[in-house]
């Protein structure tokens, strides 16, 4: 499509709908869609209607052919729509969540999510995904952790890789893609006290070391699309920030694609009291680079008026047309405005074996195992007790998988088929001497507008774990959660912990696959859970501070007097079935020139299993300061007997950015730490010359 000659025959009301998204009931009342933000969109100008660029939440694929069809009648010059949504960890077919994919320390998994997501949503009739969120997590009270991939850089931008390029395929014309948006730019996970939608405020050199880097590794992989993010930067809101998206997306990142704002933002600078109305609502966005308005009438209201007066360039808005009208031709649309949405296909493919077999072995990967008292697993028979208020649910999808049908999830109790036993007095009484109690966070107990102060387990359960522990009992705890939780309270009551998260369609069968032995865990921990709320935020790559807390000195230093300074357990921490240990590191050189091979020996003295051989840094004495620990290569390996796992270091992998914001290595000491969890580690020091 030659887009310059089709922006030439458009009128000024044409290209500004462009730049708005609306949800399918402004074309059909009778279509319904899960609003995701609060509804904000009064005395909309019905010419912009039939001009409006995309539509958000389109559900299946006969909605989408027959709105497409509608518009495009009515549409002057056939300009297709883009229909967009949240496919986040799947979309009929429901994966575990991103923190639970993350936890696999498997980016492949990642892209097995997207590329399955891809194909049921594509059938459905959708274009795009509002996903990876890219967003660096580190506090435990703010609910869309479940959306993030944890609270390491470096592990955040090989999981954003892996689902841009599993959504996107090779070519968005190709059969089942899905254009992907990377979100939300910049720094969301910042919130201030954990609490959603809160302000940021942040270094622009923190930005660049730990937030920056994510974003840029979806742009550099293709992504069509990022997000605004509702907080601010620099004290101004993300989504009218030149600096942010203008300076560096564009320029510095060299993003061409197209940025949408998140549901309500560009309006939302009212409330931010950085716009009087929804004029300089519009005039602040569409300077700053906002291509798209999502679901409010700044663009369609005020646009026209700020172009002649002069507030906003023509030029800006002719960009902003420019690079979605691209991200349509890119999608095939202007040949196929229909895309892959086939009804006939959706019966067949969506939910079938195929794809909940890929959900299945996504999720094997993802539990992480923290607690295993006297190898109390895996369980030796079926002669334990099942109980809790967990047990026998289906409530295992997590948020953000609105199309998802927990009807078809197998719940933990129809796959050992055994019925719970609810009252816990009864299971006191009972004769078998085990207890599976499944406990944790309902799906609408995290995800978005979800931040909680108490992040504990009920105070019922609890009570249960104790009691059934001072009856005698042994105690597996399987938590399935969305967020990082405060177990201190109950962590000595139990024998075992297996942290299950909510992982999605086949749930059930994959927690009984790993109590009865049948698959070995092999999760690792990728956000740190705290031992008290009041730690919060809390993360493994922390600082040393001027004064830190040590065995040897306790006063004056930088401790807390009621709780100890480390997480409960700790960033990379999981155990497995088997006995696997590190009996050897060899360097091929402590001086690292151009580069530096690493090896490390592992043996396994127990059944097969998967183990994560960790590689950290810590910069010795750089320009500013620089975490304790930093992870800079990772490796998954199987191991029967022994393995042999090899790393190799360079100079680049030891930048970070200075005061001056450049990204540079020095000369110098650096210790390097290698282990099978963050805070159990082997400690060598290297010199870069
Ligand atoms: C929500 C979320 C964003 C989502 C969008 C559309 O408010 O912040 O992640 O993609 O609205 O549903």
Redesign the pocket.
């Known amino acids: 499509m030659d887009i310059k000659k089709l922006m030439s025959q458009m009128t000024i009301e044409e290209k500004i709908g462009q730049c708005v998204q609306l949800i399918p009931s402004f074309l059909d009342e009778n279509q319904k869609c899960e609003l ?2 609060p509804f904000h969109i009064s005395n909309f100008d019905e010419k912009y209607i039939y001009n409006c660029g995309s539509l ?1 939440g389109v559900s299946d694929a006969k909605s989408a052919r027959e709105l497409q069809a509608k518009y495009l009648e009515r549409n002057r010059l056939k300009i297709p729509l883009i229909f967009m949504a ?1 496919v986040v960890h799947g979309s009929s077919t429901i994966f575990p969540t991103p923190l639970a994919i993350s936890s696999s320390f498997n980016p492949e998994n990642a892209k097995v999510c997207a590329k399955v997501s891809a194909k049921e949503s594509a059938i459905q009739g959708n274009h795009l995904t ?1 996903a990876p ?1 890219s967003d660096l997590a580190r506090d435990a009270r703010w609910g869309r952790n479940m959306e993030t991939s944890g609270e390491d850089p470096y592990l955040n931008t090989l999981f954003t890789k892996a689902y841009v390029e599993g959504f996107q395929g090779d070519d968005l014309k190709d059969e089942h893609t899905l254009a992907s948006c990377v ?2 730019f910049a720094g969301y996970g910042l919130v201030q006290a954990g609490r959603e939608y809160n302000t940021v405020d942040v270094s622009e050199r923190f930005l660049r070391e730990y937030h920056f880097p994510a974003y840029k590794a979806g742009i550099d992989a293709g992504a069509s699309m990022v ?1 605004t993010a ?1 907080n601010t930067i620099n004290s101004i809101p993300a989504t009218a920030n030149s600096w942010l998206f203008r300076d560096v997306l564009r320029d510095e990142m060299k993003f061409d694609g197209v940025v949408i704002s ?2 309500g933002a560009v309006l939302e600078a009212i409330n931010h009291q950085v716009a009087e109305d929804r004029y300089e609502a519009a005039v602040k966005a569409m300077n700053a680079g906002c291509d798209m308005e ?1 679901m409010t009438s700044c663009y369609t209201s005020s646009l026209r008026l700020a172009i002649e007066n002069g507030d906003v360039d023509m030029k800006c808005l002719d960009e902003a047309v420019y690079h979605i009208l691209s991200l349509k031709d890119k999608l095939g649309l202007f040949e196929n405005p229909y895309r892959f949405a086939d009804e006939g296909l959706e019966k067949s493919v969506v939910m079938c074996d195929e794809f909940k077999e890929a959900s299945r072995h996504v999720a094997n990967e993802c539990p992480v195992l923290l607690k295993n008292e006297d190898k109390i697993l895996p369980l030796e028979n079926d002669d334990f007790v099942l109980t809790g208020p967990f047990a026998d649910s289906n409530d295992l999808l997590g948020p953000w998988s609105w199309k998802g049908d927990v009807s078809q999830v197998t719940t933990i109790a129809d796959a050992f088929d055994k019925k719970v036993m609810k009252d816990i007095n009864e299971v006191m009484s009972s004769s078998q001497e085990t207890v599976v109690y499944v406990a944790g966070e309902k799906s609408d107990e995290s995800g ?1 507008a979800h931040s909680k102060v108490d992040i504990s387990l009920p105070e019922i359960d609890v009570q249960n774990i104790i009691q059934l522990k001072e009856s005698g009992k042994k105690v597996v705890l399987v938590l399935i959660n969305g967020r990082p939780m405060t177990l201190s309270n109950v962590i000595d009551h139990c024998d075992a912990l297996l942290v299950a998260w909510q992982l999605g369609t086949m749930a059930g069968n994959v927690i009984a696959d790993i109590l009865t032995g049948k698959v070995n865990p092999s999760g690792k921990l990728t956000m740190s859970f705290p031992r008290h709320v009041g730690q919060c935020p809390i993360f493994y790559n922390d600082y040393q501070t001027g004064r830190p807390a040590s065995k040897a000195v306790d006063h004056y230093v930088s401790k807390y007097i009621d709780c100890e300074n480390d997480a409960l357990f700790g960033f990379g921490e999981g155990l497995n079935y088997s006995h696997i240990t590190i009996d050897k590191i060899e360097f091929d050189s402590f001086e690292l020139n151009d580069e530096m091979k690493v090896k490390v020996h592992l043996s396994n003295k127990g059944v097969t299993g998967t183990e994560v051989v960790q590689l950290y840094i810590n910069d010795l004495s750089a320009d500013v300061i620089r975490p304790l620990k930093e992870l800079k290569a990772f490796e998954r390996v199987m191991v029967q007997d022994s393995e042999i796992v090899e790393f190799t270091l360079t100079k680049e992998m030891m930048a970070y950015y200075n005061h001056k914001n450049e990204c540079k290595y020095d000369k110098g000491k650096v210790e390097i730490m290698i282990g099978l969890s963050s805070n159990e580690v082997q400690t060598f020091t290297i010199e870069i010359k």
């Open positions: 995701t933000g958000i949240d509002f969120m979100k939300h997000m509702f998140d549901w999502m978005e």
